[in-house]
């Protein structure tokens, strides 16, 4: 491959990169507000959702397929360690996210995940880290 076309390949994945970010942390804020609304209306508080968050984000960077990472959500869901609709709205958000950009899709999944995580712990911490 010239030079000219490795460039050409290079800015294109960056253009396509930047805005799956940007795509990224909108949907990561949206699944938080889930599970804010769902902690709000009295419903059980996501007491592991972070840990349970933290261990989907080393499986997704270790390559799992969105099938594998629904199973493990499904997973947990039976142990009630996230509740269905959390389930319901990370399970959605990672399907999306794959359909948008199948190429790109073992990069965003673990980038929505590192995203929510953080978006998660912030509001832990401003709550007084009850569920940190």
Request: with cysteine; aromatic share 6%.
């Amino acid at each position: 491959m010239s030079a000219v076309k490795w460039l050409e390949k290079a800015v294109d994945h960056k253009k396509r990169t930047d805005g799956m970010k940007r795509e990224l942390v909108k949907r990561a804020c949206d699944v938080a507000a889930l599970a804010r609304m769902e902690r709000n209306r009295g419903g059980r508080a996501e007491a592991n959702s972070h840990s349970q968050l933290r261990n989907l984000l080393e499986y997704a960077r270790s390559g799992a397929l969105v099938e594998e990472l629904t199973l493990f959500i499904d997973y947990q869901v039976k142990r009630n360690k996230l509740s269905p609709e959390f389930a319901k709205g990370l399970k959605g958000a990672i399907e999306e996210v794959a359909k948008n950009d199948p190429e790109l899709a073992g990069e965003s999944i673990p980038l929505f995940f590192g995203y929510l995580c953080r978006l998660m712990r912030t509001e832990e911490d401003e709550r007084g880290g009850e569920d940190a």
